[in-house]
């Protein structure tokens, strides 16, 4: 079945030591998202590539970054998390920006 | 500013019971609007969405909601709720082109089910 997929389910990692989380799908979307949710909330935007184009979101951090490789993998990276990092992580996709999103199961990271 | 409101943080409903869960938007034109379930530690799931046409949709696992401009509102609904149904849910409003769209979620409102 054509899906998105994160990796990995759990992370835990140190202040401040860089972490990568990944992301691939299958469905050869245009769009590919990274959303941070806290508990309790709904899921924030941190920025975009539509194709190779990337858009970042005003108020993320400088510390977040992405790179989209190829059509199928994207990935964040935090380069210095700190313990309000802590945070699930989602990945989606869309055909177009208006198009409906397809979510993975999150990347669920703990910064200790 | 655009934004979606659900007035409902938390509901808790009789298994078997029926179920309604609100959700307001504010944006100029017609939007395309959304109905997100997420099941505890997993990602969001597609229930239903309206582009335009039929102002009443159905959507996957017997849920069904209904667009009402008057009102901005497109709120969800099903006949009987399960066990299983017991998640959180977000209602979303895409606003933008297709080239610039921007998914614009509610606060997102909790289900518990009583057995």
């Known amino acids: 079945d054509a899906m998105v997929i994160q990796n990995p389910r759990y992370q835990v990692t140190q202040f401040g030591k860089p972490v990568t989380l990944s992301c691939s799908q299958t469905?050869?979307?245009?769009?590919m998202y990274w959303y941070q949710q806290k508990s309790s909330q709904a899921p924030k935007l941190l920025f975009h590539y539509y194709d190779k184009d990337f858009n970042n979101e005003a108020d993320t951090p400088d510390n977040f970054q992405s790179r989209r490789p190829n059509t199928s993998f994207c990935f964040l990276d935090i380069r210095s998390p700190g313990l309000g990092d802590t945070a699930m992580y989602l990945c989606?996709?869309?055909?177009?920006?208006?198009?409906?999103?397809?979510f993975g199961d999150g990347t669920r990271l703990s910064i200790l | 500013a655009q934004s979606v409101t659900q007035p409902d943080i938390h509901i808790t409903v009789s298994e078997g019971a029926s179920l309604e869960l609100r959700c307001n938007y504010s944006?100029?034109?017609?939007?395309?609007l959304f109905w997100y379930v997420q099941s505890p530690g997993q990602g969001l799931q597609l229930l239903l969405k309206y582009f335009s046409g039929d102002t009443l949709v159905q959507g996957i696992k017997g849920f069904e909601a209904e667009f009402k401009r008057s009102q901005s509102s497109f709120n969800l609904r099903k006949p009987s709720v399960h066990w299983s149904d017991a998640a959180e849910y977000f209602c979303?409003?895409?606003?933008?082109?297709?080239?610039?769209?921007?998914?614009?979620f509610g606060q997102g409102t909790t289900l518990q089910v009583k057995p």
């Open positions: 979303a409003v895409v606003i933008g082109s297709s080239n610039t769209g921007k998914l614009i």
């Open positions: 944006y100029g034109a017609t939007p395309y």
């Open positions: 469905l050869n979307h245009n769009v």
């Open positions: 989606a996709t869309s055909r177009e920006h208006n198009q409906p999103q397809h």
